[in-house]
């Protein structure tokens, strides 16, 4: 970075009238200038890169909170399962026991226990089913979030601070813009202090 300033510096040659010492402190002050600007640049690229790391830790931890919540709706679904076994057992059982209860003709009983398990069946497989669907759209979040990895723009010509990679410059005009109306409101009311409660005494 700084070795242009000694190549010029020793091909050039010292001005007329001026020393050696002259010289050195000339070409040395140019050096240090250049060595200063290719901070600048890297500062700079530093600063996109760190930025396009946080955006990517942004997206990641939104893609892991729908996938942590598709784990959430599907933790029921083992639940529901067993919840259909046992209604299927129930169904089962309850079919042994019709014979004894045609002894008795009670139709509405022999109705009410042929049709209780099933019902309760059907119901736990429809929240099943709301839970699976849960699933499915969190999933899919999920899947839409991590493939936004590769989406983020590379041009850098992107608004400063919002959903692209920040561009050094546009973003330090944005927080310059930001101070001076601050402070310009702060002078503002400042100066209305002041001059009110100087125009307030006088009145009084």
């Known amino acids: 970075a700084v070795l242009p300033g000694p190549i010029l510096a020793v091909v050039c040659p010292a001005p007329h009238g ?3 010492a002259f010289t050195t402190l000339l070409w040395t002050a140019i050096a240090a200038l250049q060595g200063a600007y290719c901070l600048v ?7 996109r890169a760190v930025d396009r790391q946080t955006l990517t830790a942004r997206q990641a ?6 996938a942590n919540q ?8 083992p639940f529901t399962s067993s919840l259909g076994g046992i209604c299927a057992a ?3 059982a309850a079919t042994e026991f019709l014979p004894l209860i045609e002894r008795f003709e009670l139709k509405p009983l022999e109705c009410l226990i042929t049709g209780f398990f099933p019902a309760i069946g059907v119901l736990f497989a429809s929240s ?3 839970a699976k669907a849960r699933c499915e759209i969190d999933a899919e979040a999920a899947l839409k979030a991590s493939k ?3 989406e983020l723009p590379k041009d850098g010509k992107s608004v400063p601070f919002g959903d692209g990679v920040m561009e050094p410059v546009a973003a330090l005009k944005n927080l310059m813009k930001v101070s001076t109306k601050a402070t310009l409101n702060r002078g503002k009311e400042l100066a209305s202090g002041i001059f009110g409660g100087g125009a307030k005494l006088a009145t009084a």
């Open 18 to 20: 001026m020393g050696i």
């Open 41 to 47: 640049v890297a500062e700079a690229e530093l600063a």
């Open 61 to 66: 931890a939104v893609s892991e909170q729908y």
């Open 70 to 77: 598709g784990c959430r709706n599907g933790s029921i679904l």
């Open 90 to 92: 129930g169904a089962a």
């Open 128 to 130: 099943a089913s709301v």
């Open 148 to 150: 936004s990895f590769g």
